[in-house]
């Protein structure tokens, strides 16, 4: 007879066949507190059940790569004995029931993640996906995340560097919270999280446990519905002052060379843990409940191993030199007890109250879990057959003086101030004056200023008799046009890498590594697995082909919400990636804005013109020109999604970035952005605002086909950057060499606070003042906050 | 902060624990930025009460310097070695951006390397940065010229466009009568680095040192 009924079973998060195999592994029905244990270690967030067969294909080995996937944080080495530790990891569904501390404690989760292996924070980057700003709900969604990034990382004093915020009614309800941290080295040897020598010490140091964030791993692997809200308590509450001291008992902890192994709790709290380090080093931990320090009475086993509460960590420490660690932690004003022991078989024994509450083989908990080999659709499902059966011939005719759109004459001048409007391209001042961006005194490049982040590498002790001046830089970027992978999950993942390298070439840094976040829907919908498995395999081919190997990352699926009604909405597929890449030289990093009236600004990567459509040539290769397939502009201003993405060309991508950094090491570059949401308008548009200064853009007399798609197309490989007028001889001998003819010189900086003019066939096409450019793309996100306060 | 003074400035710093209580080796206390304690109270509410707080009155008694920054300048207002209070922005909201402050004084060791009314840009970073006192305590401050720094828009002008945060007569620092308490919530170590693209805090700390060294 079962204990359990299939509604407790069912509770835990565990199928009726998975029941099965559990009791199959065991010998015997699990008790209440190991079935819990099974259900969080088996929920997507822990062990990957449905996306690891398609993450190995991911490329994880390099000449920098120190830690790869399967640790805390992948670690890369930046030459000069800097060592850069970076993650990413999600908190969607709490931060859909309970924005601020959803999003708090997704930050101080990654932190943790980062000071495990003996690595400073040193900065943290954001992905962030809300529904429109027009819906109260949404509204306070994003107001609440964006406040509790800005508490937790403030408060624990790592800069909030960068990052990305994007609308789209996709993300309705089911916001997407993704923090990235980065840090750097510390400890003379990197601290992984295999258990070892039995008859070692293990520590519990940090909080308290209660019972707050109760089953959160499995709540965070299911889709959320209106009853959600009831499942506030599987919330967590962040401490971030209480991080900052762990932090820096963790540290030192670590330099003492004591600690033999150390995990942080994150999900599934002590279950997940002790089964990890224990599954992990081929030991076992023996490990009693009663030696916990709780912040509340009358807790159950069940209590105490599904716990989520936040700021904890597991040690394995030396025996014998366990109270020289202990010491460090009190002195910090933290709990720190030993409450278990490195045992020889390989099981987690979990004992209350002098009896054994829970005792499982610790792999079946942390590395022998289930897999899910998923059939993949033999055919692209209908949506993405229909959508990519869309032409620009669909849309009204251009003229020079605009388009007809609904029944109303549009100006491209009037078109670009309206994309400027939208909040996904307009100015996240709003959100990111809200972070101190700044705190640890090495952010060289501040939020809005350019394409990626740049933040010096600098150690907080001064080496012995070293040299004071640090020149060295990490420059970071999170990116995902979540469209493009929606409307072609293959394509889409292609051109997310692509765009993350092009940015961090965009601020002269060379691209290094890779951390993702997938978060989609549910692996279990034919749809959802096809849109996973597709992505997968397009990030994987794009990060060989940039030699950015993947050190790690976070999986986040059932990213979906039911409707009243039941109906289940799925999100946009949007893995998210950030990368990292380094930068030699911290005085030759570029900004996006014009510097200097005068100076000359050219478009690197394919031109205006219409891709030569031979009819010899295939489809395929057409559509890695500049198209408005999947386009900000067609969805914000046509209402349409649909088109393919524009596809990467690999070999043109690698060409104009390398051109960039080149340029920009060389000091000819003074400026330099990409052509992302909007295209070159857009482009051209904030490079304006940001230098506060005009530009005379003059197309020439290209052949086109349709002018809004040699406006706002998007895709290209685009970069536009800025030359001082006698640098151009140089610069240009050397784009002929580098490019051939994929660059293209198109004006010239115009006059502090100008206008922006751009004339095609020697016909003015549009122009727009500073002024207007400026007051529709600061105030986008404000005036849709203040209208409703 | 310690990198600036160990660092760039090259002057001997020392770390000191919450909980020490002899400091008297030390010429020049900075309170720096953060959060202490988490601040989960009312900023600087709790740290007013840390153990080293005791030395660090003896230590303002005697005349030696004290320099609050941020979290250090609401710390400074608890203890009540500065007057007044800093309340919640204008706005409600955090605020990190570079402000452009007014130097209204130049006869202090901390302002004599800057000009009067020299504008300068620097760093804010803080929830509750708005200077508040009564209306006494304010004319006090005025008439004895206790405002150092004023945010002002990048032309100078000290009105409300060019005040982030609200504070009362667009105050962003102000010293003791003595003058030598200084507390401000910009970060003007965060202005001292030209590889992070600005230097215009760094003459704070040299006017100093040129006052001790001399």
């Known amino acids: ?789 | 902060m310690a990198y600036i003074t160990r660092d760039i400035l090259a002057q001997p710093t020392r770390m000191i624990w919450h909980q020490d209580t002899d400091i008297d080796d030390i010429d020049v206390i900075v309170i720096p930025g953060g959060f202490s304690y988490g601040d989960y109270l009312r900023c600087g509410a709790i740290a007013q009460f840390s153990p080293v707080m005791k030395s660090v009155l003896a230590h303002a008694d005697r005349g030696k310097a004290i320099l609050g920054i941020c979290n250090g300048f609401q710390v400074l207002t608890e203890l009540g070695l500065l007057p007044g209070a800093l309340v919640r922005n204008r706005d409600l909201h955090f605020i990190c951006d570079r402000a452009t402050l007014k130097v209204e004084r130049t006869d202090l060791p901390w302002t004599r390397e800057y000009s009067k009314n020299e504008v300068v840009s620097i760093p804010i970073a803080h929830g509750e940065g708005c200077y508040y006192a009564d209306v006494e305590t304010l004319k006090q401050l005025e008439d004895n010229q206790q405002v150092v720094f004023r945010y002002c828009t990048e032309t100078g002008d000290v009105n409300a466009t060019g005040n982030p945060n609200g504070s009362l007569n667009n105050i962003a620092g102000i010293c003791n009568p003595q003058g030598n308490i200084l507390g401000m919530m910009p970060h003007p170590e965060r202005a001292a680095d030209p590889v992070l693209g600005s230097a215009d805090g760094l003459k704070l700390f040299e006017g100093l040192l040129a006052i001790s060294l001399a």
Request: hydrophobic share 40%.
């Open chain 1, 1 to 789: 007879m079962t204990p359990f009924s299939p509604q407790e079973i069912a509770s835990e998060g565990i199928k009726p066949e998975e029941y099965e195999e559990i009791v199959r592994r065991l010998g015997r029905h699990p008790n209440k507190a190991e079935l819990g244990m099974f259900g969080v270690m088996w929920s997507e967030h822990c062990c990957y059940k449905n996306s690891r067969p398609l993450l190995k294909q991911f490329p994880t080995e390099g000449d920098r790569i120190l830690v790869g996937p399967g640790e805390n944080a992948g670690i890369v080495d930046f030459g000069d004995g800097f060592q850069v530790a970076f993650k990413i990891e999600s908190h969607n569904h709490p931060s859909a029931i309970e924005p601020f501390q959803g999003a708090a404690t997704g930050v101080g989760g990654i932190l943790r993640d980062i000071f495990t292996m003996g690595a400073r924070p040193i900065a943290v980057l954001n992905s962030l996906r809300f529904g429109n700003l027009e819906e109260a709900r949404n509204r306070r969604i994003f107001m609440g995340v964006v406040e509790g990034i800005s508490h937790y990382g403030n408060s624990f004093g790592v800069p909030t560097v960068g990052g990305e915020v994007y609308f789209d009614p996709a993300y309705t309800g089911n916001p997407l919270v993704n923090a990235m941290a980065i840090g750097l080295m510390e400890t003379p040897e990197i601290v992984k999280s295999g258990a070892s020598g039995v008859g070692n010490p293990v520590l519990y140091v940090g909080s308290t446990t209660g019972r707050d964030g109760m089953g959160g791993a499995s709540f965070a692997s299911a889709e959320l519905s209106d009853e959600s809200m009831d499942d506030r308590p599987a919330v967590q509450v962040g401490d971030p002052f209480l991080e900052k001291c762990l932090v820096e008992a963790c540290l030192e902890a670590f330099k003492t060379g004591a600690v033999v192994a150390a995990q942080d709790m994150g999900a599934a709290g002590i279950t997940c843990s002790t089964s990890e380090m224990a599954a992990k080093g081929g030991v076992g931990i023996e490990l009693d409940l009663d030696k916990i320090p709780v912040r509340e009475t009358g807790m159950v086993p069940y209590e105490y191993l599904l716990s989520e509460s936040q700021e904890r960590m597991l040690f394995v420490a030396q025996k014998g030199r366990e109270q020289e660690l202990l010491d460090i932690f009190h002195r910090w004003g933290l709990q720190a007890v030993v409450a278990g022991t490195v045992v020889a078989e390989p099981i987690v024994r979990i004992l209350f109250k002098g009896e054994i509450a829970a005792e499982v083989p610790s792999t079946a908990l942390a590395d022998d879990t289930p897999i899910y080999h998923r059939e993949l659709l033999a055919e692209p499902p209908e949506y993405a057959t229909k959508a990519w059966s869309w032409t620009a011939e669909s849309l009204p005719p251009c003229t020079a003086e605009g388009i007809e759109i609904g029944g109303t004459q549009r100006s491209w001048t009037e078109i670009l101030l309206q994309l400027l409007d939208t909040p996904s391209i307009a100015s996240k001042r709003w959100v990111y004056r809200q972070y101190d961006h700044q705190v640890q005194n090495n952010t060289v490049v501040v939020p809005g200023g350019a394409d990626a982040a740049v933040v010096r590498l600098r150690p907080l002790e001064k080496a012995e008799g070293g040299n004071s001046s640090w020149n060295k830089g990490v420059a970071a970027t999170v990116d995902c046009n979540s469209r493009y992978v929606y409307l072609d999950p293959y394509e889409g993942a292609k051109a997310v890498v692509a765009e993350a390298a092009r940015n961090l070439s965009c601020v002269g840094a060379e691209p290094i590594a890779v951390t993702d976040n997938l978060n989609f829907g549910s692996p279990e919908k034919p749809i959802g697995y096809w849109q996973l498995a597709s992505a997968c395999r397009g990030i994987s081919e794009a990060c060989q082909e940039f030699q950015t190997p993947v050190t790690g990352g976070n999986v986040s699926l059932y990213n979906e919400t039911l409707d009243s009604d039941g109906k289940p909405a799925p999100i946009y597929p949007t893995p998210v990636i950030g990368m990292v890449g380094i930068v030699e030289d911290l005085t030759r990093v570029c900004g996006q804005s014009w510097q200097q009236e005068g100076d000359t600004i050219y478009l690197l990567g394919l031109g205006v013109e219409i891709s030569r459509v031979e009819p010899d040539l295939t489809s395929e290769l057409r559509e890695c020109g500049v198209t408005l397939g999947a386009s900000e502009y067609l969805a914000a201003l046509h209402g349409t999604v649909a088109g393919k993405p524009p596809r990467v060309d690999f070999y043109l991508e690698r060409r104009v970035q390398e051109a960039c950094r080149e340029g920009i090491r060389r000091g000819w570059v003074k400026s330099a952005h990409d052509c992302a949401e909007g295209g070159l308008v857009v482009a051209l548009a904030e490079c304006c605002i940001g230098g506060e200064m005009g530009a005379e853009i003059d197309l020439g007399t290209p052949e086109i086909d349709r002018l809004d798609r040699a406006l706002f197309g998007e895709g290209g490989a685009r970069i536009l950057v800025s030359i001082a007028p006698e640098s151009v001889p140089e610069w240009e001998a050397y784009l002929t060499e580098q490019l051939g003819e994929h660059w293209h010189k198109i004006g010239d900086v115009g006059q502090q606070n100008g206008s922006l003019k751009v004339l095609l066939n020697n016909t003015p096409i549009i122009e727009a003042s500073l002024a207007d450019m400026g007051d529709r793309w600061h105030g986008a996100i404000e005036r849709r906050l203040s209208g409703y306060k």
